[in-house]
């Protein structure tokens, strides 16, 4: 079965200050992998996702994540962080060839943006 | 992007009463939908899986005669929280698949009394 590791809960960062999130994956085979971001009471906005081809992907509000297969993980990453980026933060993957396509999400990162 | 629109966004109810949540895809067919649950600070929990003109795969320890799953049309899944309890309060979003990506509505926050 895939899982999703999120290893941090609580994140702050400096407005303008760099930014990574971590998420490691546990798949048995090529894995679809999405970040997504929820604002309070909102539901969830793409930012991301890798299906195949170059590990580098763009997403959009200046995200990106880097798929590394030895290392099992998909880090998100922005250079440099706006107050509007406080939000909670889910990587998620999803089976390849799933007719269901379930989607299986780590446990969220809340980011925090100090002023 | 596709987009899934969610009714309603947030309902209180009575306990013991029942509640319909609606999931629709605006600009697309979606023959499977995803319904979530989404604990304060936590993160989303697959219910169960709505396929259109079927009856929806649940997920292990979800009451399936409590949350009752119709997805009659290939643009409408609703989910019915039946005899509410307020326990049942909770955050609760579907998706919609197209092609290989899920797009997710705005949620409903349902709040039992």
């Known amino acids: 079965a895939q899982s999703v590791t999120q290893p941090d809960i609580h994140i702050t960062v400096s407005e303008g200050a760099s930014l990574e999130l971590r998420c490691n994956y546990s798949y048995g085979a090529t894995p679809y992998l999405f970040w997504y971001v929820q604002s309070p009471g909102q539901g969830l906005q793409l930012l991301l996702k890798y299906f195949s081809g170059d590990t580098l992907v763009q997403g959009i509000k200046g995200f990106e994540a880097e798929f590394k297969r030895s290392q099992s993980s998909f880090n998100l990453r922005k250079p440099s962080v706006h107050w509007s980026d406080a939000a909670e933060y889910f990587c998620a993957v999803g089976a390849v060839n799933n007719a269901g396509n379930m989607l299986t999400f780590g446990g969220g990162t809340r980011l925090m943006v100090k002023p | 992007g596709a987009v899934v629109s969610q009714h309603p966004s947030w309902v209180i109810c009575k306990s013991g009463t029942s509640v319909k949540i609606e999931c629709r895809s605006l600009?697309?067919?979606?023959?499977?939908m995803f319904w979530y649950r989404q604990f304060p600070k936590q993160s989303l929990m697959l219910m169960a899986t709505s396929n259109e003109g079927s009856k929806a795969t649940y997920e292990q320890g979800v009451e399936k005669d409590k949350f009752l799953i119709n997805h009659a049309s290939l643009t409408l899944s609703t989910l019915t929280v039946t005899s509410a309890h307020p326990e049942d309060s909770s955050f609760y979003i579907c998706s919609a698949r197209q092609s290989a990506e899920a797009f997710f509505g705005q949620g409903t926050r349902l709040t039992v009394v």
């Open positions: 600009d697309f067919q979606a023959t499977t």
